[in-house]
C-alpha cells in the first residue's frame, strides 16, 4: 500500500508542476495568437489560470498531507515541504489577491478594454506582477520535481 501511495505522490506532483509549465508555457501564448479576439483570449486563459489555482492547491493540500503523515512535524525541516508551502502561497496570493484586483481595474474600465483605457498602466504593473510570481511558482516547481524523490520514506 506504502508504495502504491507514493506513486500517487509522483502523480499529484506531476500533475500540478506539468499543468503549470504547460498552461504557462503552451496553452496560455497559444491562445493570444489563435484567438482573433485578445479579450477573449485573455479571458479565457484568466478561467483556465483560475481552475489551474484552485488545482495547484488541492495538490498541494494532498502533498502537504502526505508529508505530515509519512515524517511528522520533522517534515517541517525538510526542504520539499518548505517548497511546496511557497507554491501554496504563491498560488493564494495570485488567485485571491492580485486576480481580483485585475478584475476590478477591467470592471472599472469598462466599456472599455481595459488597456485602451486610462488604467492600462495600473493592470500592466499588476499583470507584471501576476506573470512574474506565476514563473516563480514554475520555477519553484522543477524544485521540488528535482528534490521529492530524497523525501520519500524508506519502507
Known sequence: MRVLVEHLQTVVLTFWVGALWTMGLLIAPMLFRILPDRVLAGA?????FSVLAYAGLA????????????????CLRKPFAWLILAMIALTAIGEFG?????????QEAAPLDVMQSPLRGRFATWHGVASSL???????????VVVHHRYRPTA
Open 44 to 48: 479565457v486563459a484568466g478561467r483556465l
Open 134 to 144: 506565476y514563473l516563480l511558482n514554475c520555477a519553484l516547481g522543477l524544485a521540488l
Open 98 to 106: 492580485i486576480q481580483p484586483m485585475l478584475a476590478g481595474l477591467k
Open 59 to 74: 495538490c498541494g493540500a494532498l502533498l502537504l498531507v502526505h508529508a505530515f503523515t509519512c515524517f511528522g512535524r520533522a
